[in-house]
T-cell receptor, first 117, second 116 residues
């Protein structure tokens, strides 16, 4: 069964606008971590932000923030003030601490973001 | 700067040959590294967990005799694609965790393999 679901295959966003990338997850593990990665066309995976299942506050990292709604099992990424350099594929990932070995991440299908001038 | 380095970035080989990809952790020791595979326009799929000094743990459906993993030192893991065929053409990317942090994986630059 799909553990991480990203329903948006692609999105266009205008420069300086904010964009929200959806991510829902499925787990029965009470302890888990949620990650967002950015993959530009060059291929490298860039870590953006992390949210732990027990974290009380939503994670923020510069222009990135994570809208964590635990009851709904969603962990949407918000990118504020989009820049042309934000054009990339974005992946949501989860680590279930009880069932996965430390470090094993399960990735969603990804959302391609294109920022337009 | 990069904390995980991967080499080569791209390689083209003939069908039937073997290809080795190196993954190095920079400035830290990684007892565990992870090898992922990514087909075009698709997500990353974990292939195996590389354990320093012991056998790798392969995910279901991954042929361990096809994808040989060696983790001989605390800073180097290698993936060898043996007797490569065109269907092995893919983007292979390794990752490791730094000792500090929240458990996020840091990835190498990736290696694009094309088998002719």
């Amino acid at each position: 069964a799909q553990k991480i679901t990203q329903t948006q295959p692609g999105m266009f966003v205008q420069e300086k606008e904010a964009v929200t990338l959806d991510c829902t997850y499925d787990t029965s593990d009470p302890s888990y971590g949620l990650f967002w990665y950015k993959q530009p066309s060059s291929g490298e995976m860039i870590f953006l932000i992390y949210q732990g299942s027990y974290d009380q506050q939503n994670a923020t990292e510069g222009r990135y923030s994570l809208n964590f709604q635990k009851a709904r099992k969603s962990a949407n990424l918000v990118i504020s003030a989009s820049q042309l350099g934000d054009s990339a594929m974005y992946f949501c990932a989860m680590r279930e601490s009880l069932t996965d070995s430390w470090g094993k991440l399960q990735f969603g299908a990804g959302t391609q973001v294109v920022v337009t001038p | 700067g990069a904390v995980v380095s991967q080499h080569p970035s791209w390689v083209i080989c003939k069908s039937g040959t073997s290809v080795k990809i190196e993954c190095r952790s920079l400035d830290f020791q990684a007892t565990t590294m992870f090898w992922y595979r990514q087909f075009p326009k698709q997500s990353l799929m974990l292939m195996a967990t590389s354990n320093e000094g012991s056998k790798a743990t392969y995910e279901q459906g991954v042929e361990k005799d096809k994808f040989l993993i060696n983790h001989a030192s605390l800073t180097l893991s290698t993936l060898t694609v043996t007797s490569a065929h065109p269907e092995d053409s893919s983007f292979y990317i390794c990752s490791a965790q730094i000792p500090q942090g929240v458990g996020e994986l840091f990835f190498g630059e990736g290696s694009r393999l094309t088998v002719l």
